[in-house]
């Protein structure tokens, strides 16, 4: 046990802190028990550790923290809600010689080429293959020590992270696109080995062979957040006025109670808000951020979250609301899928804006209280925020369950573990057939919403400048971590 080397894919928000501790737990009984029924052994306990307590620097959640100890042989790469049976891992384990590089996971490809992995291997997208976090993944002490020294002696190749697990080197997101990055460069076009799949790594119970599951299941703490707590932003434009909204109203737009169209052209029909930002071809920080202080400036204190969504997001607020009940909104929680800018080099993690960005108020009242602005109305709004946030000390909280794109952009085996929150794009699929396969509310979210009050009746009222819920009155690169680690362990 003392040979393997553990790394939970923790993160500092206290939900997430507290999940990763209890798996940190559970390993470590169940090492302690395993040990001691192996009598006369003198088997240590293993180390594990939690990404978020390595370093404080922007990028620790990346995945590149490869801290080999000194009489490790693997270290072993897990999620906060991967499940683990340690005595069939080193069952696993013992068939692969410890003295040779192996990269060992449960391999995802791509069904076509697609956005998300900037096309690669266009010609044959199912070729190469990825580890899914989720089911856990481990690499041999020779192929750590082998990237470590090539870590050292060249430079990051790309200043964005889009999808880590398919390139490591670009310390970027947990999510599907950060597994291929880190098999892209662990792969190292023929240099270094490919992934090996091992079929004990799964993610749903196939079995009494699994060493791994993982659950799958929307977060809940409690009751879900009232839909008269989060207010609703949609970035639209006059040109997708007639196409784009038609189908927020026809999918998922009923769900909010609190929403409105931010334009540049007010159009009563809809209605959408003029807010005197031109709009820009690209970027939209101007508009964003327009955006972000007049929810200050005009909605109630009782209004805990704003989510800011494109006018082509599909998103399930039933489920968005399963998912806050988790966080304290007194906290500054700016929440979505994560990317990283420059992690290498001192950058800054953000969150993607096309899967939707949640904000506490309490993070837009510390944005806002600062001197951190566009550089220009058409600057990219959520690299802004995410630069302007790391510059505060405020954390990215990232979440799987928003998608930057669409379903068909993702792998199926990937999607089948989780119940998505959003997606993304509207680019030749039905966005409505996608809405309802992916994201409409289960005959659950139902039959609690047939309890409730006609959602129309929390809509806002306005009282001179303020937005007022009608319930008001009962009322968000590791880099030189490794090098300086691994430098200390003389690995």
């Known amino acids: 046990l003392k040979e393997i080397v553990f790394v939970i894919q923790s993160q500092s928000n206290s939900f997430h802190a507290k999940r990763a501790e209890e798996l940190k737990r559970s390993i470590l009984k169940q090492a302690a028990n395993l040990t001691q029924l192996e009598k006369g052994c003198e088997t240590d306990l293993p180390r594990v550790l939690l990404l978020h307590q390595l370093a404080k620097q922007e990028g620790a959640w990346t995945i590149l923290p490869l801290l080999p100890h000194k009489n490790s042989a693997w270290i072993f790469f897990c999620e906060e809600d991967t499940r683990i049976q340690i005595h ?16 060992l996971g449960k391999a995802l490809h791509d069904e076509e080429s697609t956005i998300v992995h900037h096309y690669a291997f266009s010609e044959n997208p199912t070729a190469f293959k990825y580890p899914d976090f989720a089911a856990g993944w481990a690499l041999s002490i020779p192929l750590v020590n082998k990237l470590t020294k090539r870590l050292k002696s060249e430079p990051l190749k790309s200043d964005f992270t889009i999808d880590l697990k398919h390139e490591l080197w670009l310390s970027s997101l947990l999510s599907a696109t950060l597994l291929r990055q880190i098999a892209l460069y662990i792969w190292d076009k023929g240099g270094g080995p490919p992934l090996t799949s091992v079929p004990e790594f799964c993610t749903a119970v196939a079995g009494s062979h699994c060493a791994t599951t993982f659950h799958s299941f929307l977060p809940l703490c409690g009751t879900p957040v009232e839909k008269a707590a989060i207010f609703v932003a949609v970035k639209t434009c006059k040109k997708f006025h007639g196409d784009r909204i038609p189908i927020v109203k026809k999918t998922w737009a009923a769900q909010a109670s609190l929403l409105e169209y931010y334009s540049d052209h007010a159009e009563s029909a809809i209605p959408t808000v003029d807010l ?89 009242q510390r944005l806002l209280a600062s001197n951190c602005r566009c550089y220009s109305n058409d600057a990219p709004d959520d690299m802004v925020l995410g630069m ?104």
Not at 89 to 100: A, F, G, I, Q, V
Request: aromatic letters at 12%; glycine letters at 8%.
């Open 88 to 103: 069939r891992l080193l069952e696993t384990l013992r068939r692969y010689d410890p003295s040779k590089e192996w990269f």
């Open 276 to 364: 005197g930002v031109p709009n820009t071809d690209r970027g939209h920080c101007g508009k964003t951020f327009a955006i972000l202080e007049r929810f200050l400036n005009r909605s109630h204190d009782k209004i805990e979250w704003l989510v800011i969504v494109d006018d082509d997001t599909l998103i399930s607020i039933s489920r968005l609301r399963h998912l806050l009940s988790c966080y304290n909104s007194s906290d500054p929680v700016f929440l979505g899928e994560r990317y990283g800018y420059g992690l290498g080099t001192g950058g800054y993690s953000y969150v993607t804006g096309g899967g939707g960005m949640v904000f506490s108020r309490e993070a837009i």
């Open 388 to 491: 302007c946030f790391s510059g505060l000390g405020v954390p990215v909280t990232h979440s799987p369950l928003f998608h930057q794109a669409r379903p068909v952009d993702y792998p199926k085996d990937y999607l089948s573990h989780q119940i998505p929150i959003s997606f993304h794009k509207h680019w030749h699929i039905d966005p409505v057939k996608v809405y309802r396969t992916w994201l409409a509310p289960s005959e659950e979210d139902s039959a609690t919403q047939e309890t409730q009050k006609d959602p129309r009746e929390d809509f806002v009222t306005v009282t001179g400048n303020k937005w007022y819920p009608k319930s008001f009155s009962v009322l968000f690169v590791v880099t030189g971590i490794l090098i300086r680690e691994c430098d200390r362990l003389s690995c």
